[in-house]
């Protein structure tokens, strides 16, 4: 007989006690009964940070444990802006941007890490490295090859080792560490034409990398593509989580959904005592939970020889527990992805 359901269980005693409760919790708008967070979080505190009925949820979370019902969703009120009109490309299914707002906080290497995971799983996956002027993408995955021209006469991208597709400013300057001096309009054409003019074949998921800020290329990224969903990467830092706020912000501004929340370099391990140290202090994952209303997909510990893979472009060869976590919960909400492929 499973614990009775109350306001002080955490939400993961009460998913684990009842599968598929987490419908219900869903129904009622609380995105993280699958995440991390959930592991800590009671349905009070749940309730209070979402500001839901917290009568009304426990009444349906009782009733799906007697009856097994899901009760149908609370709607969401409609967006006031309606989307502009976004190029769609035959052939890419879904366009899915990984941005922070904060520099250095390891979106590229989220980014890379998360379309090895699907590549793994036998997905058709592409990285275009929408930072113009800072690119990293070409380095992480040691593809240097430049854009070929296909019996079709169009441009291809390269490929990774693993097959992965990748698009990167460095893979057509004549030396990696040629400035790119350009303002806001020609980063945006960049960007515009990477996706357009590129002959990217069938894919699946196609990964952009932001840079930081909230400027230019995210603006052109989320106003121009047909996002299915964006994935923000913060730190435990104070300093990062508020200007990942601002990004939060920007996209949902935009009208375009947030899948997920990344939380990088959460914790050391000390090798000489197997201590956990969090350098840049406690997880700030509930609070950038409740601001985007999407789940906390995993936290990536600072992990020496993930940056000796990433200099060394073997970024396809990582593998570890945290990683793991986290490709199992991107698997997971992968279903909730809108489909740009529509119109091809
Ligand atoms: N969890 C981690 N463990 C070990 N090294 C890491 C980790 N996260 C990032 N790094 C290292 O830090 C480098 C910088 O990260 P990354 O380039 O992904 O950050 P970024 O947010 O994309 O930076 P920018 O704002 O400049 O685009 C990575 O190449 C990697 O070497
Ligand atoms: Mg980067």
Redesign the pocket.
Known sequence: MPAPISPDSTIREIVDAYPGIDRVFGAHGLPCAGCHVSTRETVRQGAGVHNLDMKALLGDLERFAREGTVPAPRRRPASAVPPPERKRKVGISHIVPVM?G???????????LLAVALRRRGYDVGILDA?IT?P?MAR?FGVSARPYHGADKKPHPPTSASGISVMSMNLILEQESQAVIWRGPMVSSAIKQFYGDLEWGKIDYLFI?L??GTSDAPLTVLQSMPVSGAII?STPQGLATMIVSKAIKLVQQLNAPIIGIVE??SYFVDPTNGRRLELFGPSKGVQLVVESGAPLLGQ?????A??EL??TGRIEEYRSEEYDALARNFIHVLPALATTDKAS
């Open positions: 922070s904060k520099g250095g906080v390891g979106k590229s290497l989220v980014t890379g930072d800072g990293s992480l990398d840079p930081p990467v990088n370099m990536l510990p600072i992990d020496p993930l940056t990433c200099d």
